[in-house]
Structures are given as structure tokens and as C-alpha cells.
């Protein structure tokens, strides 16, 4: 593809997805290349992402190239961020979206889960922050999103530690975006509320669970949308959808306790 000549052109600007190969991941990708932005599309699916590249350099007329990445494994990002060097692909924005749940009673899931869920939800989004970040801010430009969730906001009895990992991420990239004022880089995090994706059935959740029923979950694509344009226009949170951030403002005003037991309410069966 032929380089524009003005270094703030679209064409000139790599954003780096994680997660890319479905649900809300794979709208930023095409979100993104529709605008005309070069891409690297991390995920574990190394035919999904074969794929996808394809489909993208044919319909949008991008550079984008596919990077295989297991982000449960320690070492992960580093080993990211030297095949990005070494296909030459310098990162202007990144995309921390790579992340998953699992639902169920704390002492009854596999500790593997937890502990690569960790992994993958804080630690390899916080290296791959911390180590993307150090070239933006010699360029004096750069974004990155990390997307969190509404789960951030308060505990989540049956999902312990995946609203754990999105209280850190919200607290992390809200912190680290101000640290960054006047850098020339900004963070956004997004915190969608329950939205149809693969993430319900890789964390196992129920189908009558109240939390995703399918008239109050949002489409990925509405949500990849609003994170999209907030991160083009440097907002720090963004929480898609009027009923996610009347419940999220609404925590702040009740007993702890009272809003850990109705979010267990919400993540039973419904009778």
C-alpha cells in the first residue's frame, strides 16, 4: 500500500486489536479499516484471523497483518511487540480488548481459569500498555482503548474474578489517562453492559440468566461503535447505552452490600 505523504494521515496509522477475530474485536477491526487505518489483529485463531485479514486488505484496500497470540501465557506481550517490530508495524493506536469470564462459584472453577484469566484481563493488557505506550510518547501521539466493562462497578458474586479484573482495568486506565494529560496520548476505557457476543458461551453462562437477558444485551456492533468514536475523540470513560449508565452512576448511592446482592440476583437463573 502506498504511504500517504502527511505522517497524521489515516493511511499512516496502525491501530493494534486484540481479540480481533470475533464479537466486538472483530467490529473494531472493520470499524477501523473502513476508515482507512492499517491494522494488526491479534488472537489465539490463527485461520479466523487468516481470514479476516484477507476479507479486510480486499474490501477496505489496507496494509493489515494477522499475528497468532495466545495472551493467557506469561511472556505473551513481549513476544507481541517484537513481531510487530519485526514486520515493521509501528503502533499508533492499541486496542485492549482480549479477555474472558467465567461463571460459576469461586471454589468450584478450575484455579487455571482464574489465574489465566488474570493474565489475560490485567496483566497482559497492563504490559501491553506500559510497553506500547514508551514509542507514543516519543511521537508525542498515540490511543489506546482498553475495554472494561459495567462489571467494573461493583462486586460480582459467580463472576468473582472477572469483575475484579474490570474494576483494575477501569481504575488503571481512568488513572493512567490522567497521568498522560498534555502527552499527546490519551486512554479510553470502555465499559459496555451485558452484549451478544462469544462471551457467554466461553464463560459458560446460562442462557436464562437475567444479566443476559436478550431484550436489555446490546449488539457488539453499537457498542465496538461507541467505543470507537470516544476513542477518536479522546474520552476518558464511555459507557454505552442509557439503562448500563443510570446502573453504574446508581452504585455509588447504595450500600455495597445491597448492590453485590442484587448483581447476584441478576446473575442466577431466572425462575
Not at 66 to 82: M, N, T, V, W, Y
Not at 117 to 133: C, D, G, K, P
Not at 145 to 155: D, E, G, H, M, Y
Request: glycine share 6%; net charge positive; with cysteine.
Amino acid at each position: 500500500m502506498i504511504k500517504d505523504s502527511n505522517p497524521n494521515s489515516k493511511k499512516n496509522q496502525t491501530v493494534l486489536i486484540t481479540g480481533a477475530s470475533s464479537g466486538i474485536g472483530l467490529d473494531f477491526a472493520h470499524l477501523f479499516a473502513k476508515d482507512g487505518y492499517n491494522l494488526v489483529l491479534v488472537a489465539r485463531s490463527g485461520d479466523k484471523l487468516e481470514h479476516l485479514t484477507n476479507e479486510l486488505i480486499q474490501k477496505y484496500n489496507i496494509n493489515c497483518k494477522p499475528i497468532s497470540c495466545d495472551l493467557s501465557q506469561p511472556g505473551a506481550a513481549k513476544e507481541l511487540f517484537r513481531k510487530t517490530q519485526s514486520l515493521d508495524m509501528h503502533i499508533d493506536f492499541l486496542i485492549n480488548n482480549a479477555g474472558f469470564g467465567a461463571m460459576g462459584f469461586f471454589h468450584e472453577i478450575d484455579l487455571n481459569t482464574q489465574t489465566n484469566m488474570i493474565q489475560v484481563n490485567i496483566t497482559s493488557l497492563t504490559e501491553l500498555t506500559h510497553i506500547y505506550l514508551k514509542p507514543m510518547l516519543q511521537k508525542k501521539f498515540g490511543k489506546i482503548l482498553n475495554v472494561a466493562s459495567t462489571a467494573a462497578f461493583q462486586p460480582g458474586p459467580l463472576m468473582t474474578v472477572y469483575y475484579a479484573t474490570k474494576a483494575f482495568v477501569l481504575s488503571f486506565s481512568e488513572a493512567l489517562d490522567n497521568e498522560l494529560s498534555g502527552s499527546g496520548v490519551n486512554v479510553t476505557v470502555l465499559c459496555p453492559g451485558p452484549t451478544m457476543t462469544g462471551f457467554q458461551s466461553a464463560a459458560k453462562i446460562d442462557a436464562s440468566s437475567k444479566i443476559f437477558n436478550s431484550k436489555i444485551a446490546a449488539d457488539s456492533q453499537s457498542v465496538a461503535l461507541a467505543g470507537y468514536k470516544a476513542l477518536i475523540d479522546s474520552q476518558r470513560l464511555i459507557i454505552p447505552g442509557v439503562v448500563n449508565k443510570i446502573g453504574a452512576c446508581s452504585v455509588k448511592f447504595v450500600p455495597r452490600y445491597f448492590a453485590t446482592s442484587i448483581t447476584r440476583w441478576l446473575q442466577e437463573k431466572r425462575v
